[in-house]
C-alpha cells in the first residue's frame, strides 16, 4: 500500500529558511511525479509544482516559480519542498502526493502546517 | 490561480440529487484533458473521489458520479446523505499554464 507521510508543522520567523519532507513507501519513488499543493486555512486548493525523482526533472506553477524549491533524494524514497526566505504570505497547510500518469493525484500524504508570523 | 471555476456553495435535502460544476477554458477542460475530482472532509486530506472524468476508485460508492462536456465538468450526489456535507474540488491540466490547477472549490450542505 502507498503511504505519504509528511514532516511536522513548523513556525518561523519571516526570512528564515525551511525544508520540508515528504517520506513516501509502497511503490517505485523513482519512477512516479510527486506533487505538493497548497493550502491557506479556510481556503481552496493550489497546485505548487511536481518532480520526478528519477531525474529530478521538475515543474513549478508560475504563481510558485522562484518562491520555492522541489527536491527528491531516491536514495531514502522522500521529496522535499524548500524555501531560503519565508514571508508571512507562506502561511498554509502543504501537501504532498503522488501523480498517476492520468493526471490525479493519489494518495495525500496527512500535510505540514506552516507558520510565519513575527 | 484557479483558472477552473465552481459554484462556491450547494445545498440540498436528505436523498436529493445535487450537482456540482466545473467551468474551464480551451486550454484545459475544452483541450481535452481529464478531470478529477477530490472530497476534503473539514481539517483532513483531500480523498480522490472521481478520476479520469467518470471513474470511481475503489470504496467510493456509486452515489457519487461524474461527466465532462466541452469546456465543463459535473460531479453528480445521489442520495444525499448527511456526510456528505463538506468541500469538493476538481482538477486538471492546463496547457497554457503548462501545470496542474484546482477548482475554486464548493461547499455542499445537507439542509
Known amino acids: 500500500e502507498v503511504h505519504l507521510v509528511q514532516s511536522g508543522a513548523e513556525v518561523k520567523r519571516p526570512g528564515e529558511s525551511l525544508k520540508i519532507s515528504c517520506e513516501t513507501s509502497?511503490?517505485?519513488?523513482?519512477?512516479?511525479?510527486i506533487g505538493w499543493v497548497r493550502q491557506v486555512p479556510g481556503k481552496g486548493l493550489e497546485w505548487v509544482g511536481i518532480?520526478?525523482?528519477?531525474?529530478?526533472?521538475?515543474r513549478y506553477s508560475p504563481s510558485f516559480e522562484g518562491q520555492v524549491t522541489i527536491s527528491a533524494d531516491t536514495s531514502v524514497g522522500v521529496a522535499f519542498l524548500q524555501w531560503t526566505s519565508l514571508k508571512t504570505s507562506d502561511t498554509a497547510i502543504y501537501f504532498c502526493?503522488?501523480?498517476?500518469?492520468?493526471?490525479?493525484?493519489?494518495?495525500w500524504g496527512q500535510g505540514t502546517l506552516v507558520t510565519v508570523s513575527s | 490561480q484557479s483558472v477552473l471555476t465552481q459554484p462556491s456553495s450547494v445545498s440540498g435535502a436528505p436523498g436529493q440529487r445535487i450537482t456540482i460544476s466545473c467551468t474551464g477554458s480551451?486550454?484545459?477542460?475544452?483541450?481535452?484533458?481529464?478531470v478529477h475530482w477530490y472530497q476534503q472532509l473539514p481539517g483532513t486530506v483531500p480523498k480522490l473521489l472521481i478520476y479520469?472524468?467518470?471513474s470511481r476508485p475503489s470504496g467510493v460508492p456509486d452515489r457519487f458520479s461524474a461527466s465532462r462536456s466541452g469546456t465543463s465538468a459535473s460531479l453528480a450526489i445521489t442520495g444525499l446523505r448527511a456526510e456528505d456535507e463538506t468541500d469538493y474540488y476538481c482538477?486538471?491540466?492546463?496547457?497554457?499554464?503548462?501545470?496542474?490547477?484546482f477548482g475554486t472549490g464548493t461547499k455542499v450542505t445537507v439542509l
Open positions: 479520469n472524468n467518470s
Open positions: 502526493a503522488r501523480h498517476w500518469e492520468g493526471d490525479w493525484f493519489d494518495p
Open positions: 509502497g511503490y517505485n519513488f523513482a519512477t512516479h511525479w
Open positions: 518532480i520526478y525523482p528519477g531525474d529530478s526533472d521538475t
Open positions: 480551451s486550454s484545459n477542460i475544452g483541450d481535452g484533458f481529464d
Open positions: 482538477q486538471s491540466y492546463d496547457s497554457s499554464l503548462s501545470g496542474f490547477v
